[in-house]
């Protein structure tokens, strides 16, 4: 992973509409609404995955263990970095009204000492139909390489931790049933598990 790991190709995929049988896709909401979110840096991308934040943050603690390997993180980049505080404000006004979307958004959120209306999260992590499509139990969280590889037909990682690609990916994979997630919400349904309660002050 390197800075400008942000600056990856992108192709956006057609997304695959359940039941639907015509060239037009329903909008429950505009594009606009949504923003996707990743906590290994603090990385923010529009609904068709332009990168509106891709940040390390200066850490308030010492680091014992880069994971350079995996992570590409190297001191010079958190020793430049910005501080917390301020990019706290940057991600709380770039999500402030929009749909969330990600993959363990409760770790995105407590990381950045952040809470969101739950109404407004669409969580990969946490969708159930996933979860039944794969034959696992209700409460199993499944890795976001499974489902990008099964849903997408795609590796990620094969070049270390890259967040925008996380991110990305987790922007993909609601994309490709966003109308059966949206459906089910519109009709008073939630249609995903609840995230661990230890976190549930993370969401209003």
Not at 69 to 97: C, M, N, W, Y
Not at 190 to 197: G, H, K, R, Y
Request: with cysteine.
């Amino acid at each position: 992973m390197s800075s400008n790991s942000s600056n990856l190709n992108y192709n956006t995929p057609t997304p695959a509409q359940p039941g639907s049988t015509s060239g037009r896709v329903q909008r429950y909401f505009p594009p606009e609404r949504y923003v996707a979110a990743q906590a290994q840096r603090v990385t923010l991308t529009d609904y068709r995955g332009t990168v509106l934040l891709d940040s390390y943050v200066r850490p308030t603690q010492p680091v014992c263990d880069y994971r350079t390997a995996e992570t590409g993180l190297q001191p010079h980049h958190l020793a430049e970095a910005p501080v917390f505080i301020d990019v706290q404000r940057q991600v709380a006004s770039l999500i402030k009204d929009k749909i969330l979307v990600g993959y363990a958004l409760w770790e995105f959120l407590s990381v950045m000492n952040l809470s969101h209306a739950a109404i407004n999260t669409r969580d990969t992590a946490l969708f159930m139909s996933f979860r039944r499509t794969l034959n696992q139990k209700p409460n199993v969280m499944i890795p976001l390489q499974t489902l990008i590889k099964h849903f997408m037909g795609r590796d990620i990682g094969q070049n270390g931790d890259i967040p925008v690609e996380r991110a990305r990916a987790a922007l993909d994979l609601f994309r490709s049933c966003e109308q059966t997630w949206e459906g089910i919400i519109s009709t008073g349904a939630w249609p995903c598990a609840l995230p661990p309660v230890e976190y549930r002050n993370f969401f209003t």
